[in-house]
Nanobody
Framework: QVHVVESGGGSVQPGGSLKLSCVAS????????MAWYRQTPGKERELVAA????????DYGESVKGRFTISRDDDKNTVYLQMNSLKSEDTAVYYC????????????WGQGTQVTVSP
C-alpha cells in the first residue's frame, strides 16, 4: 500500500522560514522523481520544485528560485522543501508528488499541508 505523507506546514510571518517533509512508502523511493506542488483556491496546481533520482537533478518554479531548496534522503524515504524568505503569495496547500517515468510507471500524491504566510 502506498503512502505519501506531508508535514511541516503552518503559519509564519513574511520573511520567515519553514521546512516541509514528505515521507513515502509502498514503492521504490530511490527510483522515483519527487516534487512539491502548491495550489490556492481557484487556481491550478503549480510546480514548486522537483528532484530526480540524482540529488543534483533539481528544478524550481520561477517564483521560488533562490528562496526554496528541495532535497531528498533516500535512506529515510523522505523529500524536503526548505522555504526561506517566505512571502504572502507563497500561501497555499503544498502537495508532495512521486512519479516514475519508466516501467513500472506510477504517480502518487500526498494529502497536502497548509502553509500560511501573513503578518
Amino acid at each position: 500500500q502506498v503512502h505519501v505523507v506531508e508535514s511541516g506546514g503552518g503559519s509564519v510571518q513574511p520573511g520567515g522560514s519553514l521546512k516541509l517533509s514528505c515521507v513515502a512508502s509502498g514503492f521504490t523511493f530511490n527510483r522515483a522523481a519527487m516534487a512539491w506542488y502548491r495550489q490556492t483556491p481557484g487556481k491550478e496546481r503549480e510546480l514548486v520544485a522537483a528532484i530526480g533520482s540524482s540529488p543534483d537533478d533539481t528544478d524550481y518554479g520561477e517564483s521560488v528560485k533562490g528562496r526554496f531548496t528541495i532535497s531528498r534522503d533516500d535512506d529515510k524515504n523522505t523529500v524536503y522543501l526548505q522555504m526561506n524568505s517566505l512571502k504572502s503569495e507563497d500561501t497555499a496547500v503544498y502537495y508532495c508528488h512521486a512519479r516514475r517515468y519508466s516501467p513500472p510507471i506510477y504517480a502518487y500524491w500526498g494529502q497536502g499541508t497548509q502553509v500560511t504566510v501573513s503578518p
